[in-house]
């Protein structure tokens, strides 16, 4: 990968206390590459992705996407802390899809998507309305848009939030257990969605339980356990012919105990 695109992790560490969650990790994401990050809880999948939106501050190492750095900048030879405009434009670079769909309750599905396009990019109302109903259309909501949050199922609402989250046209999207919250009726039409956006060129880093949408939708799995990356490749081979003994484990367990990660 170069530096002019996707995303670059270099040497990420990030504890709380006395707890080391991350322990450096490096990982290079190429543009229209689909990565999905599994492993067992409390493995440091979650802090990742918010270390890489810096909604978490690191203790060591640089996240680059597009080739800025993201939450700080160079001097003298050292990373320092950027100014909050600089972090808050390297950011919109990377569209964040939670486990809580973390949609206003006051404001409908449209004016959820329109939101930030208009108060934050300063784009046209007119235009980001009728980009956001094609994005609607495009995660099967079409009829849906003047509907509050409590109106809609689950699953319907995540999608909004994807929607939200395209509307700002990022580069990269980042997905934390976007079904996690789910009823299990309600995971296939989420899952479906990042597959056509996979299909569609999209990058992103999916941290999933969801074993088989890795297998079908993946370039890349990365297994990490300990706040360490154990193992990464092509998804059928870590998938099938895992090299670490811990990552075949993991799988083993997961094929066994579907309903637990």
Excluded: W
């Amino acid at each position: 990968m170069t530096a002019e695109g996707g995303l670059r992790l270099r040497g990420l560490r990030k504890s709380f206390g006395a707890m080391a969650v991350l322990r450096g990790v490096d990982l290079d994401v190429a543009p229209g590459e689909v990565v999905c990050v599994i492993g067992p809880s409390g493995s440091g999948k979650s802090t990742l992705l918010r270390c890489v939106n810096h909604l978490e501050p690191l203790d060591a190492g640089f996240v680059q996407v597009d080739g800025l750095l993201v939450g700080y900048e160079p001097r003298d030879g050292r990373l320092h802390e950027s100014s909050e405009r600089d972090t808050a434009r390297a950011r919109l670079r990377m569209g964040m899809v939670f486990q809580q769909f973390n949609l206003f309750s006051h404001l409908s599905a449209l004016r959820n998507i329109t939101l930030g396009p208009v108060k934050v990019l300063g784009r046209d109302p007119a235009e980001v309305e009728a980009e956001a109903r094609e994005l609607l259309a495009r995660v099967g909501l079409a009829g849906h848009a003047d509907k509050l949050p409590g109106q809609l199922s689950g699953g319907q609402q995540q999608r909004v939030a994807i929607a939200r989250a395209l509307a700002m046209r990022p580069s990269v999207l980042l997905f934390d257990e976007p079904t996690s919250a789910l009823d299990p009726e309600l995971v296939g039409e989420v899952l479906a969605v990042m597959r056509d956006l996979a299909d569609q060129g999209m990058t992103m880093v999916v941290v999933t339980h969801e074993i088989g949408f890795a297998a079908d939708v993946a370039d890349t799995v990365v297994f990490m356990d300990e706040g360490v990356i154990v193992e990464s490749g092509p998804a059928d081979r870590v998938l099938r012919h895992p090299d670490s003994a811990r990552t075949a484990a993991f799988l083993a367990h997961v094929r066994r105990h579907p309903e637990a990660d």
